[in-house]
């Protein structure tokens, strides 16, 4: 937190701001311990996406479906090249006793670490704790990280509702195409459906070249094509 000071004419005005990550930062490196070893972040990532997602607290129903759907998840995140890695504020011991209980209940193994952060300096260094929701647990929240370590998706969900994690891998899918083609992903868009040629791509011959299946103009911002092959 900083705070900014002004005196006049004896009033005093605090100005307060909250350093939070923004969509394009550069993720912050970090060291704890984790249910698996100790993880240095960048290191874990080694040039990986990731997908780094915090819950309220072990042993908690909507977060153990969470968390096995997650391990369920696994081919679908290792073919995309993400790396996922939970977090709360829970301790090493109370992590793998729940692993346990996930994959009992999920039919599932958990195959990739949480973070036990009690002293709470990746949830801070993260803004994963909302004072307002609770000044000690981790609300439910989510960062896609690219393998340049740069912020690509930041998602907040109540407490009370678990995550859509078919939706992460729609936006992975959605991330990984856009960054290599100069087109965006409609809404509802799945793997495979027609995408919008970017508005700002105007020259006609560019534009053969890079979608030599045709577009059809709905408006001259609103331009489909079919989805160019990936690399």
Known sequence: ????????????????????????????????????????FYSFLDGHWGVLFSHPADFTPVCTTELGFTAKLS??????????????????????????????TQNTTVNFPIIADKDHKVSELYGFIHPNASETLTVRSLIIID?????????????????????????????QLTDHHK???PAN???????????????????????????????PYLRFTPQPEQD
């Open 183 to 185: 087109v965006a992903t």
């Open 75 to 104: 081919e679908e995140f290792s073919k995309r090249g993400v790396k996922a890695i939970a977090l709360s504020v829970d301790d090493v011991e109370s992590h793998k006793n729940w692993i346990q209980d996930i994959n009992e």
């Open 1 to 40: 937190m900083l705070h900014i000071e002004f005196i006049q004419d004896h009033y005093t005005i605090f100005l307060g701001f909250i350093m939070t990550l923004r969509l394009g930062d550069i993720a912050p490196n970090f060291q704890q311990e984790s249910s698996v070893s100790h993880i240095d």
């Open 189 to 219: 868009w799945q793997q495979g459906e027609d995408v919008v040629i970017i508005p700002s791509l105007k020259d006609e011959d560019e534009i053969k070249q890079r979608f030599p299946k045709g577009y059809k103009a709905v408006k």
């Open 147 to 175: 393998p340049n370590k740069k912020v690509r998706l930041i998602i907040t969900y109540p407490a009370s509702t678990g995550r859509n994690f078919n939706e992460i891998l729609r936006v992975i899918d959605s991330l």
